[in-house]
């Protein structure tokens, strides 16, 4: 009976220790890669649009006679902010040319004289920054820091914000006061009336949310 030679069964033996070698270090090679960075995700942004049509600026004005109250009418309006680390950007525009308290000839005045709007005839607001953070749905009160441009100058402004987020829709509040005197625009006190140099706005708010990349 015919066997195996002790040479081939060596080489038989020596091949399959190799393979089985080769197989391991392959095995090992793969596992021990190093993994590939996980990429990172977009940041994604929340976007708060303002209606013109269900949006209004309401202000407050306090004299020696009696309390002005009055509005101004939305251009347009965006915010948008990233929840996680609260950057914000974005644009709110009013139409100065709007103004009114029911008086024609105190806006008349007003629109001439103080805020002069046939020069000026818009007002924004650009937010920089939330303070707070912004719940994904219902009610969430936040700081939100930005710019305020008003008669040709820029001036840095924090608005309290209160915001109700229900699905694709949004409405809210923001204010805030503007020492207008102080912001080198003209002062309507005269002898007779003493108007306070601060005016307080409120934004009553509503519009659209989505989400932006």
Not at 42 to 71: I, M
Not at 126 to 143: F, L, N, T
Not at 171 to 176: C, E, I, P, R
């Amino acid at each position: 009976m015919s066997g195996t030679s002790p040479r081939r069964f060596r080489r038989v033996r020596t091949f399959t220790i190799s393979s089985l070698s080769l197989g391991l270090t392959l095995f090992s090679s793969v596992v021990c890669l190093p993994q590939s960075p996980t990429v990172a995700k977009a940041a994604s942004e929340t976007v708060l649009t303002l209606d013109p049509a269900r949006t209004k600026v309401h202000w407050t004005l306090d004299t020696t006679l009696h309390t002005v109250h009055g509005t101004f009418a939305l251009k347009s309006g965006t915010i948008h902010f990233d929840p996680e680390t609260g950057k914000a950007g974005g644009e709110i525009v009013v139409l100065a040319t709007s103004g009114e308290s029911g008086n024609g000839s105190r806006d008349s005045r007003m629109h001439k004289e103080i805020l002069e709007t046939a020069k000026y005839p818009e007002v924004a607001f650009r937010p920089a920054q939330v303070e707070g953070k912004v719940a994904p749905s219902g009610a969430s009160d936040v700081k939100l820091n930005g710019t305020f441009s008003i008669h040709g100058a820029d001036h840095a402004i924090t608005a309290s914000v209160h915001a109700d987020l229900t699905g694709s829709q949004w409405t809210g509040t923001a204010k805030f006061d503007v020492p207008y005197v102080s912001y080198g625009i003209k002062d309507p006190s005269n002898f007779l009336l003493k108007v306070k140099p601060v005016v307080e706005v409120e934004l009553e708010m509503s519009g659209q949310v989505t989400t932006a990349r």
